[in-house]
């Protein structure tokens, strides 16, 4: 695959705002054009981590809960995060028993992808999981949460109707159905 240089010449790096997930930098320079531009980064101290949690019986769980910064509910499969370096099978492991109280036996990967690579340097990965165990649920204290396990192809549905939004819930879900189309599934 070609690979190009990078076409902005930045002249400085500042933080203007950092939290325990989450830092800003702006970069002053010149821009692909020559001119004086500004570039600002998110960057995400943890990586996203997905689960698609799959029975026998071909249903799934999804996690509904209130999303701040879009000011609406919003029905996902189980996510979290987990920190740069962390294993991410761990991480989706620990975000599946702490959202749905569910164990599995088989992982492996399905979705890798960049979330906003123009405005954050955030990414994610998701795995499905079969071979489940039912346990208890251990939210985190910022989450309320509401579990739900349907089949696969109500899910599937509502990426259709826009009743699931959420870019790795979406990404997951078709990803699973392109598999099941494949006969990998």
């Known amino acids: 695959m070609e690979q190009h240089q990078n076409p902005w010449r930045f002249e400085s790096a500042s933080i203007p ?4 997930w989450i830092r800003v930098t702006e970069r002053r320079g010149l821009n692909p054009a020559g ?3 500004i570039y600002g980064t998110v960057h995400f101290k943890n990586v996203a981590i997905g689960v ?3 029975d026998e019986e071909q249903h ?5 809960q209130y999303r701040v910064p879009l000011e609406a509910w919003s029905w996902e499969i189980p996510e979290g995060g987990g920190p740069h370096g962390e294993d991410p099978l761990i991480a989706a492991q620990r975000e599946l028993l702490e959202e749905t109280g569910l164990r599995a036996r088989h ?13 954050s340097d955030e990414s994610g990965i998701v795995f499905l999981a079969q071979g489940l165990e039912m346990g208890e649920a251990e939210p ?5 949460l509401a ?8 899910a599937y549905q ?3 109707d826009f009743g699931i939004t959420d870019s790795l819930s979406v990404a997951a879900i078709q990803k699973i159905r392109l598999m099941m189309l494949e006969g990998e599934l």
Do not use: C, D
Request: aromatic letters at 10%.
């Open 17 to 20: 705002y950092e939290n325990p």
């Open 140 to 144: 985190e204290e910022t989450e309320q």
């Open 60 to 64: 799934i769980w999804l996690v509904g």
């Open 107 to 119: 992982w492996r990967p399905v979705v890798k992808m960049h979330l906003s690579n123009s405005v």
């Open 52 to 54: 698609v949690a799959m």
């Open 158 to 160: 509502m990426v259709k």
């Open 147 to 154: 579990v739900r396990r349907v089949p696969f192809e109500e």
């Open 35 to 37: 001119n004086p531009g």
